[in-house]
Each structure stands twice: as C-alpha cells, then as structure tokens.
C-alpha cells in the first residue's frame, strides 16, 4: 500500500493558467493555430545587460551557494531601487532574495499566521495565495472587488474585516492587480496605512507589475509612515525585465522579518542562484531604458485589446489603468449562450473552430468573484492580437458550435445568469 497524501497536498489548488497552457501547447502540436493569451508572461527577451551578466557571471564562476538572503551587492542595488522608484525607506538589511516574487506568499505566511488565524483576500486573486494561507491553517475572508469601483479596495471591507474577523492577522494586497488590472490609488493606501498602523495585522504587498501603471505611477504601502515594520512587499523581475525563467525577485520586510524569511530560505531553498543574482543587480543598475521601451510596448499591446475587445457586442472593459491583463464583463454574451465564463474560454480554445483558437481564462479561476469575466494577457505580438479580435465575434455567432461544446461539456452549463454591468 502506498502512504496517503496529507489532507493539505490533496486540497492543494494551482494556476489555471498553467493548466490551460497545457492544453493550448497540445492542440499546438497536434497542428491547431492558437494564440495564446493564457499565461501571465511577457513575450520579450531579457533585457540586454541581465543576460550579459548571467554570462559573465557562469563564466567567473558564481556557481556556489551563496547567503541565504542575498548576495550583498543585489540587496544594496534592490533597496536603492524601491527607495528612489516608490520611496520605501529600505536599505540592504531589509531585502531578501528569493526565486520570483510567489515564494514571498509562503514566506509571508510562515512569517506571521497561526492555525485559527483570518486572512483578508480581495476578490478575484492571484490564485496561489489561498494555498499558502491554507497551508498554515488560517482561514479566508473573501472580499468582492467591483468593476464600477475600478477594482479597487474597497476601505469599509478592511474596516468590517478588522472588525467582525474572529482573529484578523493579515491582508493580502495586489495593487497593480492580477487579474482586473485594477490600481489602489496613493489616496487608498494612506486611509489603509491610517487603518492599519499599530495594529497586531500584517500585510502582503504584492507589486509584480510596479511599473506596468498606465496613468500616473505606482505606489507601495509601505511608503507610508510606519508601514515597513509591520508589511512584506514583494518585486520580480519576470515582468518589469522579462526573467521570468530565470526565476528571481525579492521582498522588502522589517530587519527582524527579513532575518525571519532568511532562516525560512535557509531552511528550505539554501539561497537564491548567486549567478541569477548578479543578473538582476545589473537589470536594476543598467536597464532602465530597455525596461521603459519594453513597458511602452506593453502599454500599445493593453491599448489595442481593450478598444478591441470593447467593440464586441457584450464585452464591457475598463479603460487601461495597469498591468497586461485584459479583464472584460463578458456576463451578457455568457447568459445569452449558457455558458459560464470559464466554459466561453475553452470553448474559444477547443470548440469554436478546427484550425484557430485563443486561449484565455475564465474570472473564476481568480475566485467566484471573477465568474462573468474573461482574462487574457497580451503575451503575443500585436498581429495575434488583432487576429485573435477579428475571430471571437465569429467564434461567439457559432451557435450550433456552443450548443456541441456544452453536450461534450455539461459541467460548463451556466445554471444561474450572472449580473449584467
Ligand atoms: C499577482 C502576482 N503575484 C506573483 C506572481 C509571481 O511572479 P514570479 O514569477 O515572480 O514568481 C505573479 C505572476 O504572474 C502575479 O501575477
């Protein structure tokens, strides 16, 4: 007899989009044209000096173990980045290394959450954050994010969290958000900071796309007076400077947090690839133009998506304020085939057409407060975009298509009509 998995590992939810990427990767192979706007990643090279610098760095031979929290070097050339980008008043003792931004949410909870503990999640979410607070045996307060408030925080939900919660310990935030694109204004964060200061509650502050802001820029929580000590906030370079593969990024924390989440790397990951290390050191010091070339692209690519999507009849879409994500209202086009949202997406990859297909998410793979939306990256270049607008209205008149999809797939019946905008 085998040993049974724990409870957690059988409960364990992943990224759809990795799912989906799959799927999309198979019909591929088997000779389907699909545009793939699924996954969160961007579809440029690394910037020119980071891939030098890893060169160099194989090269002399950085290929040892190296300080759990970080080389010296990349937590001096981090600090220095977030204190002159967003104002943070960090120095080296407060970053920490780590594989990517995501192993912060671990970290994070490790770092503060006891079993019994409440955690407060905007709603839809980066979907790996429920795991790692389950995984600490916290429990989840869910708080909606609505389209008509820009998908922002709403302050009353933080108030009522702080409030009611059995034993309220934390709050995730995500500002610019995945998946709606939504941005917490600078005003936003002070009445969070004014909320939250001295209280026994930590924060998440995730900010993979701190410089995907399209009006105005980004601003952290923990710029604001007091907010450091009691906050983690982590950064990537998979967005902001294509790396996604090489895996790196950091959290700015209090010294004694950031001493906590270095045993945490010691004890789990011994350290962060030094050679990955010295790339990113040379990113932040030397490729701030190649960043700002590359954020302009991504910005025409959001454009494009959105005043297209915005033209097909029942797709409703904010104006672009931030990140690659397109996240339009699709409720009226869902309710008018019974589909549910997540059901529309692959049936736009798998069922309405042999030859072509788009591969995106449903809302609800961000939570049930995403059901009635659809989320797609602009990971392709502009003509797959253009070529996967020109060819949803088509997929979408297909009736008799939807109609064969849903016998093939009863469990994509929507049984209740989402609410329209
Ligand atoms: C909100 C959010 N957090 C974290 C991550 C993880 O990024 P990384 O590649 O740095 O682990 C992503 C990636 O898509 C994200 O969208």
């Known amino acids: ?17 990795f799912t989906v990427l799959a799927v999309a990767k198979q019909l591929k192979a088997a000779g389907k044209d699909v545009v793939e706007l699924e996954i969160g990643d961007s579809p440029f090279e690394s910037t020119p000096s980071a891939k030098a610098a890893g060169i160099e760095a194989i090269e002399s031979n950085q290929t040892h173990y190296c300080p759990s929290p970080g ?4 937590r001096e050339a981090a600090a220095a980045f977030v204190k ?19 192993v912060f949410e671990q970290f994070f909870c490790e770092a503060f959450l006891n079993p ?32 008509s408030h820009g998908f922002r925080p709403e302050i009353s939900q933080i108030e ?27 005003q936003d964060l002070r009445d969070i900071a004014d909320l939250l200061r001295g209280k026994d509650v930590a924060v998440f502050s995730d900010e993979p796309y701190c410089h995907m802001v399209w009006e105005g820029k980004h601003h952290s929580l923990l710029a604001q007076d007091g907010m450091l000590p ?20 950091f959290a700015v924390a209090s010294t004694e947090v950031a001493d906590a989440i270095g045993k945490m790397i010691n004890t789990s990951l011994s350290c962060t690839p030094p050679l990955v290390q010295l790339a990113g050191t040379r990113a932040l010091k030397q490729d701030h133009s190649e960043r700002t070339r590359q954020m302009g692209l991504f910005r ?42 997540h059901g529309l997406a692959l049936y736009l990859l798998e069922g309405a057409d042999d030859a072509f297909g788009v591969a995106c998410l449903g809302g609800e793979c961000f939570g049930e407060a995403g059901a009635g939306f659809l989320r797609f990256s602009c990971a ?42």
């Open 380 to 421: 392709e270049p502009n003509d797959r975009l253009q070529q996967a607008l020109a060819f949803l209205p088509k997929a979408l008149s297909r009736e008799d298509r939807v109609a064969s999809y849903l016998e093939r797939h009863p469990a994509f019946r929507l049984s209740n009509e989402y609410p329209e905008p």
């Open 1 to 17: 007899m085998s040993a049974t998995l724990s409870q957690f590992a059988q409960s364990l939810s992943v990224e759809t989009a």
């Open 116 to 147: 019994g503990d409440s955690v407060l999640v905007f709603s839809p979410y980066f979907p790996t954050y429920v795991p790692n607070i389950h995984r600490r045996g916290a429990q989840i307060i869910f708080s909606p994010l609505q389209q």
């Open 160 to 186: 009522k969290f702080l409030d009611d919660a059995a034993s309220p310990k934390a709050i995730f935030l995500n500002s610019p958000q995945n998946p709606t694109g939504g941005v917490t204004t600078e």
């Open 84 to 102: 002159n980008e967003f104002g943070i008043p960090a120095a080296a003792a407060n970053i920490v290394a780590g594989p990517g931004a995501k």
């Open 71 to 74: 080389l010296p070097e990349f």
């Open 300 to 341: 025409e690519k959001v454009e494009l998506l959105t005043s297209g999507l915005n033209q097909i009849d029942g797709f409703h879409t904010l104006p672009p304020l931030a990140t690659f994500y397109v996240f339009p209202n699709v409720a009226p086009v869902c309710n008018r085939l019974g589909i549910t949202s």
């Open 230 to 249: 009691q906050s983690v906030a982590a950064y990537t370079f998979s967005k902001s400077y294509s790396m996604s593969g090489w895996r790196l990024g």
